[in-house]
């Protein structure tokens, strides 16, 4: 089954196609916004963020370097698509991304 819901929480057990039709398991998505979700309340305005910085120390070092990769598009999506209070920062090209409060 193929979730194709708006901002909010991701169906457990499914694949989310996001607007752009960028595919990812709801259940990684859900993770990588629940590690956004924890630390946004002691995020300070005009301080830059990468998604490694923005994680649980213990929950990034179980990923993988493709699983690494795949975190970013998601939390690109995630920002782009208005799922959290963040913006992309710094350059177009450049990554690991940049992310400070919106």
């Keep these: 089954m193929i979730d ?3 901002p909010g929480d991701f169906q457990p057990g499914t694949i989310h196609m996001f607007a752009d039709g960028y595919c990812a398991w709801a259940d990684f998505c859900n993770a990588i916004l629940e590690q956004i979700r924890e630390i946004l309340p002691a995020l300070e305005p005009g301080v830059r963020y990468t998604l490694e910085m923005l994680c649980d120390p213990a929950f990034w070092r179980l990923l993988t370097s493709t699983e690494h990769q ?3 598009r998601i939390m690109v999506r ?5 799922w959290l209070p963040l913006r992309v920062v710094g350059c ?3 990554n690991p991304k940049k992310y400070e409060l919106a």
């Design 4 to 6: 194709v819901t708006t």
């Design 70 to 72: 795949v975190a970013g």
């Design 78 to 82: 995630l920002v782009l698509g208005g």
């Design 92 to 94: 177009r090209h450049q």
